[in-house]
């Protein structure tokens, strides 16, 4: 990979992670706890973009500490949240951790 390219992925990764994090400060501001059992895609839909994007990023990093995978894919996690989106925008009550489950078996 050319140093181009490496600049440009690290850049993109760092911006990820900011708004992630960004995200996650104003969820531990407003001291909101989050059960992942009973999220649904009617919540995720709810959320705006960065904290739509925080979840998602926990549940892929969640699920990936059951199966051991160890690799960040973030073609994959794009590629993810719009397969979540689609399907959560046909079905608000199904829960989110089973609908990424589905799409990543």
Known sequence: MNKAKKAALLLSLLMIATSSV???EKKVKKDEKI????????????EDEDEAGTILL???????????DTVVNTAFIGELAEKV????????KA???????????
């Open 22 to 24: 960004q995200a996650a």
């Open 85 to 92: 989106g689609e399907k959560c925008g046909k079905d608000g």
């Open 95 to 105: 829960k989110l951790l089973d609908v990424v489950k589905e799409l990543t078996e």
């Open 58 to 68: 926990w549940v892929d990093g969640y699920l990936s500490g059951k199966t051991g």
């Open 35 to 46: 059960d992942m059992a009973t999220y649904t895609c009617a919540d995720l839909l709810a």
